[in-house]
Structures are given as C-alpha cells and as structure tokens.
C-alpha cells in the first residue's frame, strides 16, 4: 500500500462494512483515521480499537453528515484530537427500502438526498479551508454501479447517487489548483437492498467478469490508492469496482 503517514482521515460512515475496511486499510498505509457514525458507537469503537491494536492512531466521532452542525463539530474534533483532515471518504449512505417512486413521500426524499449527497456537500465545506492551506487534499466519493444501470424502485437513492459523480466531477474542476483532487468510487450497499446472499452472488456471477463477490477489501485498497500520491495526477474520475458489471 503507497504510505500516508502524517495524514488524517475522515471516514463517513465508517464504523461497518465499506466504512470500517477503508479505516482499517487507510490505518494500516498509515493514516490516523477518525470512525464517523451516526448510531452504532460499540462499531466504531471497536473499529478504532483494532487500529490502535495494531499501532495506529484513530478515534470514532459522531454526527449526522446531513446537518451542518454535526458536520462541523465533527470535523473540528478530528482537527483538535489528530490534526486537520486531509483524507475526506464520504461513504455514509442511506437507501430506505425497495418502493416504487409514487410511493416515496416527500420526506424519505429529501432524508435520502441529504444523507447521500447534501453530506458531501457539507463536509467538503468544513475540511476546504485546511485543504488548502497545505495545498493537499483527497476527497473520495463513495457512489453506486446502480448509477449506469438503473434500479427500479430506488429512484431518490439512484438519484443521489449520480448527483455524487456529478459533484466529484465539477469540484475537480474548481479545486485542482488548490492541489485537491476528488474522485469517486462505485459500489453497492448490497446487504441492506438484497438480504438473500446466496441467490444474489449467483445471480451476479453471471453479471460479472470476474466471478466472485465483490468484498468490502476491494473497494479499501482503492481507496488507499486514490488517498495516496500515487494517485497525484488523478482527478475527478469515477472507478468503478465491481468485478466487471458495468464496464464504463
């Protein structure tokens, strides 16, 4: 993994699944990561303690990524306990559950759009001004491979998720001269959409070129590139990193 010592992280969502294995990834490249969650502590908690474990520095901070307040005060506890954030992952999601889209009220609406791409917008805002300043900056966008292929009764999780590639791609327009660098990354928050594992990994295998499940390891060792310098003249890129699925 290319070394990131002497940066912070941030993880959005990082106390489970994707979250937890991009924290626990970016730690062992050497990055002291702070474990974002919203309601499960004893995860993130435990996700920090397997990095100190190990030699690492972490700590978990709560807040809700889709209000400003939260947003803030978690960026300035990261700031005063390990240092200004300079590695930002936006991988907190909602989804809700499978409706059609005349069953999706006003509010579930606007709840997922806030959480999946209000937060990015939020964040980015509290962690620009130390970005700058060290003239460095990572900002990785966690998205979905629903984006190219359409989800049927998904339409306010597909569509923020596309509003997020569109975000990375028009920040990289504007920040590049400040030598921030955002990217985004496609993936599913499969186990919350389809609980039945067995008939989903072969109903994909016949989707996908390569043919296993894609595991939350994959998208962290990505993650951990896009972080590091080996990625310094990468910019405003969607990766997609799923086996093969939607090749784009």
Same mark, same amino acid.
């Given at each position: 993994?290319?070394?990131?010592?002497?940066?912070?992280?941030?993880?959005?969502?990082?106390?489970?699944?994707?979250?937890?294995?991009?924290?626990?990834?970016?730690?062992?490249?050497?990055?002291?990561?702070?474990?974002?969650?919203?309601?499960?502590?004893?995860?993130?908690?435990?996700?920090?303690?397997?990095?100190?474990?190990?030699?690492?520095?972490?700590?978990?901070?709560?807040?809700? !990524? /889709?209000?400003? &307040?939260?947003?803030?005060?978690?960026?300035?506890?990261? +700031?005063? $306990?390990? =240092?200004?954030?300079? @590695?930002?992952?936006?991988?907190?999601?909602?989804?809700?559950?499978?409706?059609?889209?005349?069953?999706?009220?006003?509010?579930?609406?606007?709840?997922?759009?806030?959480?999946?791409?209000?937060?990015?917008?939020?964040?980015?805002?509290?962690?620009?001004?130390?970005?700058?300043?060290?003239?460095?900056?990572?900002?990785?966008?966690?998205?979905?491979?629903?984006?190219?292929?359409?989800?049927?009764?998904?339409?306010?999780? !597909? /569509?923020?998720? &596309?509003?997020?590639?569109?975000?990375?791609?028009?920040? +990289?327009? $504007?920040? =590049?001269?400040?030598? @921030?660098?955002?990217?985004?990354?496609?993936?599913?928050?499969?186990?919350?959409?389809?609980?039945?594992?067995?008939?989903?990994?072969?109903?994909?295998?016949?989707?996908?070129?390569?043919?296993?499940?894609?595991?939350?390891?994959?998208?962290?060792?990505?993650?951990?590139?896009?972080?590091?310098?080996?990625?310094?003249?990468?910019?405003?890129?969607?990766?997609?990193?799923?086996?093969?699925?939607?090749?784009?």
């Amino acid at each position: 993994m290319p070394p990131l010592d002497n940066r912070v992280a941030l993880v959005t969502g990082g106390s489970r699944g994707i979250g937890r294995a991009i924290c626990i990834a970016l730690a062992q490249s050497g990055a002291s990561v702070a474990v974002n969650y919203l309601a499960k502590r004893s995860a993130a908690e435990s996700a920090v303690a397997e990095i100190s474990g190990a030699g690492g520095r972490a700590m978990a901070v709560p807040g809700d !990524v /889709s209000i400003a &307040a939260d947003v803030d005060a978690m960026v300035q506890a990261v +700031a005063d $306990e390990l =240092g200004p954030v300079s @590695i930002l992952v936006n991988n907190a999601g909602v989804t809700d559950a499978h409706k059609p889209w005349q069953q999706i009220d006003e509010a579930e609406w606007d709840r997922v759009l806030a959480v999946n791409l209000k937060s990015c917008y939020l964040t980015l805002r509290a962690v620009y001004p130390a970005m700058r300043e060290a003239g460095w900056g990572r900002i990785i966008n966690v998205s979905s491979v629903t984006v190219h292929l359409g989800q049927a009764n998904l339409l306010h999780y !597909v /569509s923020a998720k &596309a509003g997020m590639i569109g975000f990375t791609r028009t920040l +990289a327009r $504007e920040v =590049g001269v400040d030598g @921030i660098t955002p990217g985004a990354i496609q993936t599913e928050s499969e186990l919350e959409l389809f609980p039945e594992q067995a008939e989903l990994a072969t109903r994909m295998n016949q989707l996908q070129s390569i043919k296993r499940r894609g595991l939350p390891d994959d998208i962290a060792g990505a993650t951990v590139f896009l972080a590091s310098d080996a990625s310094a003249f990468i910019t405003g890129q969607t990766i997609n990193i799923d086996g093969g699925w939607a090749m784009h």
